[in-house]
């Protein structure tokens, strides 16, 4: 039986707030409309029912296992951010940290011989983190606007340009602030100033990899 666009429109509006997540809702509504246009019966919106509560246990188990799969997605981003990072000291990626790298090390030792501004550099550092959270929260506001849901990668996105713009602004404020809490050296808070740099080029080009990744959201 293929279904009409009214009828896909109204299975859409029957299991609009079951699911949290956007993947998951997507996911969801495939598995009912392939389900039933494989059945010859007519159509009646009194067969998702049952289609769900036979081929997936309920809706309740659907949040369910929805619940503890974004648990295990938080578990697998983790450690997919971590490889990307990592992937960027191994050939050809490694090239990009060759270059940051190769600028810093100018940097430091013209910087040696003669005062540089931290200023600049320490800002730099900081806008690429803030980019990172500012985009990493627009794209939250923006799958609830046009989506209606949440994306499953959302809270962990979120999270993790936070934690970046967090450890930058320790680092500014333990080492490199005018009110600093440890006391160093010029030739330190150089050396400090530019592998914070470094980091943050690691860390912007990592999540922008790690979000053009795909991730299969299975909730079944």
């Known amino acids: 039986m293929k279904l009409t666009a009214e009828q896909k429109l109204e299975v859409r509006n029957y299991i609009i707030d079951v699911p949290k997540y956007r993947e998951t809702y997507n996911e969801l509504y495939d598995h009912i409309i392939n389900a039933l246009e494989e059945n010859n019966n007519p159509f009646s919106i009194n067969e998702v029912a049952s289609i769900v509560n036979t081929d997936l246990g309920g809706f309740s188990e659907v949040v369910a296992q929805e619940k503890n799969y974004q648990k295990t997605l938080n578990r697998k981003f983790i450690r997919s951010f971590q490889l990307e990072m990592l992937n960027t000291f191994k050939w ?22 003669d005062s540089l501004n931290f200023k600049v ?35 962990y996105l979120s999270n993790q340009g936070f934690f970046a713009l967090i450890i930058t602004s320790g680092f500014i404020q333990f080492f490199l602030s005018k009110e600093s809490i440890v006391s160093t050296s010029y030739e330190t808070k150089l050396a400090i100033t530019l592998m914070l740099f470094f980091f943050t080029s690691v860390y912007v080009r990592s999540f922008i990899k790690f979000y053009r990744m795909k991730f299969g959201i299975l909730t079944v």
């Not at 270059?99 to 430091?108: P, S």
């Not at 806008?127 to 985009?135: D, Q």
């Not at 627009?138 to 499953?152: D, G, H, L, P, T």
């Open 121 to 155: 550099i320490i800002w730099a550092s900081f806008a690429c983190c803030m980019s990172v959270t500012i985009f990493a929260n627009a794209k939250i506001f923006i799958n609830i606007y046009r989506y209606r849901k949440y994306s499953i990668l959302d809270s």
């Open 92 to 113: 050809p990626n490694m090239l990009g940290n060759i270059i940051v790298l190769t600028q810093c090390i100018m940097l430091y030792y013209a910087g040696k011989s």
